[in-house]
Structures are given as structure tokens and as C-alpha cells.
């Protein structure tokens, strides 16, 4: 009913999606480079660390297959961050079974460590900690079982001393970004609102309605219906109450429209105390009546205003697409449906081109 707007997740995806995917790719590429230097240098751990690397490329190139494909933060994330672990753990592990390079563990693994801040927008707190914690237990506890370092020795101490500052400020950091995520999204959400809505009666703007409708009209003019709408009497309850209530009566009377509309509907404040109602994927009938039944809706509401007691009741004309060439001879002929409902006594309902 107030037309698309973009979700969270999608917005975020949309953004770093690609370089996301890019960064997966880069890594793969990494972990398959270290593979042939280590061959280079010491050809006798060359079986084991192309083993273990090309399954931890693998893992992360099969990672960034689920990005253009979901719709959930949680499923992308868990998917992510799980083969990232078990990649952390390849990598490790063939690191311990060459001590030539050992010492550029670090290194290595500083790249996951920066990497998930990539993934910030759809980290909150506990997914960071645990990302991070479960990171830090995978690494020193494949370090043990390989007995590659003892807990509490020198070589654990400066593995630690050099890991653990930089995973820190990491989580930090993908915290922080996180929400600041968080706050541009509802930035945008506020800018999308106002330049989508009409703040008056949280209707959809004419330009905004225009677009939406005209993409539908592309796409399957046969499933649209409209219907025009204006209040009655509009004049006379400006003249006795004033300007203010008759913006409440405006805003009244879209509510009670909205209430009785789908999510696919599109209601649009076309101008002071009309409205257009674009009906999709609905029969003629069925649209007919749900339109009947705003008009109804409308005259058995009441608007309390201090101690006034106003009664409004609501004109409409109704159209359905009979091979019109264009949307404004639809919107024009629900206008002229309209115009027959004013002229017949207002409050009720005029029907044109219905087969």
C-alpha cells in the first residue's frame, strides 16, 4: 500500500555485496599463492599445505555462492562466518606443518581478522564475539593438538601477543560499523519516507505513485483497477471548523481507506481531498467491492475533534481496464465516474467500463 521500500538487508547487500564477493576471491587467491611459496621453499610440506589450503580456497569460494542468492542476514552471515572458521582452521594447521613458515601465521591470519568487518552491517555484538572468540579457540587449539606451541611458552606468548590486539580493535571496529549501519539505514528510511510520502496522510506521493503504477501498467494492465475518490462537502467543513480540521478530516478518511486495502494496493493523495486507489491482481468484481465497502467504512466513521462531533462521507468512481491505451485514460474515466457520483448525490459509488 505505501509501495516498495527497501529492507535492511537488501539495502546493505546491495552496497557491499560485490566487494564482498571480490574479497572472497582475493582470499581464495591468497591461500592458493602461500600454497606454491611453500612448495617453493619447503617441497617436503607441499602435499599437506596444498591439501588443506585448497580446501580452506574451497570453503571460501563456495561461501560467496550464497550471497546473490539469500534474503535472511542470519542464513548469509552463519554461512559466511562457518566456512571462514573452518577455513581459519585449514590455514592454521598448514602453517604447523611447516615450521619454515610459522612465523607468517600472523600474517595470515590477519586478513580473516579485517576481512569480517566486510560484514559489519549484518554483524551485531554476539555475532561478533563469537566469530571472534570461536576464531581465537580454533587457532590456539589446532596450535596444541599439532604441538606446534605450548600453552604459557615464548611462542605462544608472541603468536597471542600479535593476535589478539588486532582481533580486538577488529571487533571494535565491526561493532562500531555495525551501528553506524544501523543509523544510515534509518536515514535513508527517513529521506526514502519523505520523498515517498505525503506527510499529511502517509499516502504515497503523486511523482511516487506515478512510477510505481506506470511500471505496473508495463508489466499487466489487464489485473488493474482504479478508483477515484474526493470528500464531500470538503468546502463547507473547512468554512465551519477551520483549515486544521479539515487536514484532520483528510488524514481521517485516508485511514480509514488504508484500513481496508492490501499491501499490494497503492493509495495516492492526488490533490487537497482526493485520492486515487490502484487496484492489482484483482478481479473487477472483487475491486468493485472492496470499493464499495471504503465508501461504507467511510460513512459510519465519525472524526471527534475537541468537542465537535463531524460526520464525512466520501464520493468515489470506479474504472477497470477495458484495453485503454494508456493509465491516465483509466485514471480519466474513474475521474468522470467520479464526477457522475457528485452530480447523483454524492456518498455512493459510480461504476464505469465494467464488463
Known amino acids: 500500500m505505501m509501495g516498495s521500500q527497501v529492507t535492511y538487508f537488501t539495502y546493505h547487500l546491495d552496497r557491499i555485496g560485490p566487494v564482498l564477493q571480490r574479497m572472497i576471491y582475493f582470499g581464495a587467491l591468497i591461500m592458493l599463492a602461500f600454497t606454491w611459496w611453500e612448495a617453493w621453499i619447503d617441497p617436503n610440506a607441499f602435499q599437506s599445505a596444498m591439501l588443506l589450503r585448497s580446501i580452506g580456497a574451497s570453503l571460501l569460494l563456495l561461501s560467496s555462492l550464497v550471497i546473490p542468492r539469500t534474503r535472511s542476514d542470519t542464513l548469509l552471515t552463519a554461512v559466511i562466518v562457518s566456512c571462514a572458521l573452518c577455513s581459519i582452521g585449514c590455514v592454521t594447521l598448514s602453517y604447523c606443518l611447516s615450521p619454515h613458515n610459522k612465523p607468517f601465521l600472523v600474517s595470515a591470519l590477519s586478513y ?108 499487466a494492465p489487464k489485473q488493474l483497477c482504479v478508483a477515484m475518490v474526493d470528500i464531500d462537502n470538503f468546502k463547507r467543513i473547512n468554512d465551519t471548523y477551520g483549515h486544521l480540521v479539515g487536514d484532520k478530516a483528510i488524514a481521517h478518511v485516508a485511514k480509514t481507506i488504508r484500513q481496508d486495502l492490501r499491501s499490494e494496493d497503492l493509495i495516492c493523495r492526488w490533490g487537497g481531498e482526493e485520492f486515487v486507489i490502484l487496484f492489482q491482481a484483482l478481479e473487477q468484481h472483487q475491486a468493485q467491492q472492496v470499493s464499495e465497502r471504503i465508501c461504507h467504512a467511510v460513512d459510519n466513521s465519525v472524526l471527534t475533534v475537541d468537542e465537535h462531533i463531524i460526520r464525512i462521507t466520501i464520493s468515489m468512481g470506479f474504472s477497470a481496464y477495458r484495453q485503454q491505451n494508456t493509465l ?28
Not at 593438538?145 to 588486532?166: E, F, Q
Not at 577488529?170 to 506527510?199: E, G, N, V
Not at 491516465?328 to 465494467?354: C, F, H, P, W
Open 112 to 219: 580473516y581478522c579485517v576481512s569480517v568487518l566486510v560484514l559489519a552491517p549484518f554483524m551485531n555484538a554476539s555475532r561478533v564475539i563469537f566469530t571472534y572468540l570461536a576464531a581465537f579457540s580454533i587457532i590456539n587449539l589446532t596450535l596444541h593438538l599439532t604441538h606446534s606451541v605450548n600453552w604459557g611458552d615464548k611462542s605462544w606468548l608472541s603468536l597471542n601477543i600479535h593476535l589478539l590486539p588486532l582481533m580486538t580493535f577488529s571487533a571494535i571496529a565491526c561493532i562500531r560499523l555495525h551501528q553506524s549501519s544501523k543509523q544510515q539505514y534509518r536515514l535513508y528510511q527517513d529521506l526514502h519516507q519523505q520523498a515517498t510520502l505525503a506527510s499529511l496522510t502517509r499516502t504515497l506521493t503523486r511523482q511516487h505513485f506515478a512510477e510505481i503504477a506506470n511500471q505496473l501498467w508495463t508489466n
Open 328 to 355: 491516465s485514460t483509466l485514471i480519466d474515466e474513474a475521474d468522470q465516474a467520479l464526477y457522475r457520483a457528485k452530480n447523483n448525490g454524492k456518498n455512493q459509488l459510480m461504476v464505469m467500463n465494467v464488463k
